[in-house]
């Protein structure tokens, strides 16, 4: 059985959520039935979101978006799959990204999400970069913006950094919804771990809206990351948590374990221990939040 590459490895995870972030907030809003199937991935329930889905196509098979996210679902069941399944739930994936496509083939962000799975995966899992960059012309020829992303993961997949950059410049000006420009640059500079420039991102979000939820949260998290600007990442998490309504990507619970690495960071352990139970007890199922706590213990 071939590995594929790990089948689906990180940075196929990174680009999936990634995509699944984007579609969350782009117009119209997403339907409730799909909130739900977001909100379970997002809690890493994956086997209810991926019940969900196929519930979801059974009733509605022309429903695009029910089969996009269906294939975010098996593309995160093949993440972690045994070596033994992995083939299976791949082509599940591709086959929902195709099916999506073929419902609603004039979406940028359908056929983005099928380029990411051709890129990454192998020519035995209906992969390639022939399809890969055939899928990114479609995508340049239907909106400018999207095309832009698309370029840029190629760019990425060709290591040449200086293009992709560019490209995910050109996306932020050129998109009409900047959460998802913003989001993918700021993934690029955290793979480099270009901290200065990931803060940037989001202080500049906050110039236009100082009301950014993402962007209040996302500077927090990135102080958590880098253990740079530890004092600013507390504050704005602390903002986050006390705001009323909070961006349905990062929960509450993801705020106090972010919270409580920044806490540790300072030296403030109990606060941290503090941070990290709330967070536990707000999502049993936040396993990076369970296992700090046990080593903070």
Not at 269 to 274: G, H, L, Q, R, S
Request: proline share 4%.
């Amino acid at each position: 059985m071939p590995h594929l590459k790990g089948l689906v490895p990180i940075a196929v995870v990174a680009a999936l959520l990634l995509s699944s972030i984007a579609c969350a907030q782009s117009e119209p809003p997403l339907p409730a039935n799909l909130v739900d199937m977001r909100n379970l991935l997002r809690d890493g329930k994956v086997e209810a979101a991926v019940e969900k889905g196929e519930a979801l196509v059974a009733a509605e098979a022309g429903n695009a978006g029910a089969w996009q996210w269906l294939g975010h679902a098996y593309a995160r069941q093949a993440i972690e799959a045994n070596v033994l399944t992995k083939l299976s739930w791949a082509g599940k994936s591709r086959d929902a990204y195709e099916k999506a496509v073929a419902l609603d083939g004039k979406d940028p962000q359908k056929r983005l999400d099928l380029l990411t799975y051709y890129a990454q995966a192998p020519a035995i899992a209906g992969g390639g970069m022939d399809k890969a960059r055939a899928e990114a012309e479609r995508i340049v020829a239907l909106d400018a913006g999207h095309g832009h992303l698309a370029k840029a993961q190629l760019a990425r997949i060709d290591k040449d950094d200086a293009a992709a950059e560019r490209e995910l410049r050109a996306a932020l000006d050129t998109l009409a919804n900047k959460r998802r420009a913003r989001l993918a640059l700021a993934s690029f500079y955290v793979a480099g771990k270009r901290w200065g420039d990931v803060r940037s991102v989001w202080t500049a979000a906050l110039a236009e809206n100082p009301a950014d939820a993402s962007a209040i949260y996302m500077i927090g998290r990135t102080a958590a990351l880098s253990g740079e600007d530890l004092d600013a990442g507390l504050a704005s998490l602390e903002r986050y948590l006390a705001l009323p309504e909070k961006d349905p990507e990062f929960s509450t619970a993801a705020a106090h374990w972010r919270k409580g690495l920044i806490l540790e960071k300072l030296g403030r352990v109990a606060d941290a221990i503090a941070a990290m139970r709330k967070a536990v007890e707000l999502d049993p199922t936040l396993a990076d939040a369970k296992k700090d706590l046990k080593r903070l213990l």
